[in-house]
Nanobody, 127 residues
Framework: QVQLVESGGGLVQAGESLRLSCAASRLILSRYSMGWFRQAPGKEREFVATLNWNGVGKRYVDSVKGRFTISADNAKNTVYLQMTSLKPEDTAVYFC????????????????????WGQGTQVTVSS
């Protein structure tokens, strides 16, 4: 079965950086649109960044534009989220996600478009 395994979370101070990784198994990354979502305590899960399977059309939630970068290394079958200038409001569990079907582009980036989820990695930013 498909597995998405995140790593790289942790506790950092405001202004610092982290890089999250998501290693995929039994899923060929180059065929799937991928994304990062996050969920803070008491809040709904929201999309953070997405990358289409064809490498075109990266999208970011407004609150992270200019600070976060999504990328993929197809040779390693891994997707990354580079996070810089972290803020306390970035504190959340971050989830890696793959689209439900291969060769499809993200549309509205709703949770319904996600077919596979990772287990999540905690990111905590202290002020």
């Amino acid at each position: 079965q498909v597995q998405l395994v995140e790593s790289g979370g942790g506790l950092v101070q405001a202004g610092e950086s982290l890089r999250l990784s998501c290693a995929a198994s039994r899923l060929i990354l180059s065929r799937y649109s991928m994304g990062w979502f996050r969920q803070a305590p008491g809040k709904e899960r929201e999309f953070v960044a997405t990358l289409n399977w064809n490498g075109v059309g990266k999208r970011y939630v407004d609150s992270v534009k200019g600070r976060f970068t999504i990328s993929a290394d197809n040779a390693k079958n891994t997707v990354y989220l580079q996070m810089t200038s972290l803020k306390p409001e970035d504190t959340a569990v971050y989830f890696c996600a793959a689209a439900r079907n291969p060769w499809t582009l993200w549309a509205t980036i709703s949770l319904n478009e996600v077919g596979y989820w990772g287990q999540g990695t905690q990111v905590t930013v202290s002020s």
